[in-house]
């Protein structure tokens, strides 16, 4: 899956909160005004789900627009980071390992200096 890929489903997941948020909203209901929703509550409740939208990003990044104009002033940055994600072991799929990434691999799993030959030997032989 690439960036762009990863992005819109982003943006899905934001619609969808939006749309949760729009339902509660609905349901809101203030204390004796006749059902109508006061726009203090629905300032708070809008602003609740914001943050929990944004998460802690640095209000460099906090809108879809700035992550954005990011992406497209720096797409050299953009592409490494697509590249890395990309570059990551995968365990959902079959991947097409260079000996030099198989190696890796085994490296970070602490296993060049296995006999798998002989470890399964003395497991199957107790």
């Known amino acids: ?3 762009v890929e990863r992005i ?10 939006i ?3 729009k339902g509660r909203v609905l349901a809101l209901e203030t204390n004796g005004t006749g059902g109508t929703v006061d726009q203090s509550v629905i300032t708070t409740k809008v602003n609740e789900e914001i943050a ?7 209000a460099t990044f906090d809108t879809l627009k700035e992550i954005a104009d990011y992406i497209e002033t720096d797409k050299s940055g953009a592409s490494a980071m697509a590249t890395s994600i990309n570059n990551r072991l995968r365990f959902d ?7 030099a990434q198989q190696t ?4 970070s ?13 003395k497991a199957v032989n107790g």
Request: no cysteine; aromatic share 4%.
């Open 1 to 3: 899956m690439n960036i």
């Open 8 to 17: 819109t489903l982003v943006v899905k997941e934001i619609a969808r909160n």
């Open 19 to 21: 749309k949760e948020l």
């Open 52 to 58: 929990k939208v944004v998460g802690g990003a640095p």
């Open 93 to 99: 799929e079959q991947q097409s390992l260079t000996e």
């Open 104 to 107: 890796n691999v085994l490296n």
């Open 109 to 121: 799993l602490g296993l060049t200096d296995t006999d798998f030959v002989s470890e399964y030997n």
